[in-house]
């Protein structure tokens, strides 16, 4: 895994994770009481992104750490998950 993989690999991990965080504890409108006119009653009221984003990426640090330590070290590898034996075709049958 080169640098560019790592960085990519990072980003869909932060990306899955944050929208899983996101709905942990979703507060909406409706459960507070205070319903802005011009929107649903099932808008949230206050998201908290930035400590949702905090936690994401505490998250995602120790998920990427322990999915690029095991891609690295070559435990799992790409001929692995070739269920199929596209990435190595069988000879051809000799006659």
Known sequence: MNLTGGIVLFAVIWFLVFYIVLQIRP?????????????PA????DAKILRKAKITTL???????VIAGIILSGWITIHDLDWFGRLNPPAPASN
């Open 42 to 45: 099932s808008a949230p009221t």
């Open 59 to 65: 998250v995602t640090i120790v998920l990427w750490s």
């Open 27 to 39: 507060g909406s409108q409706a459960e507070a009481g205070e319903v802005t006119p011009g929107t």
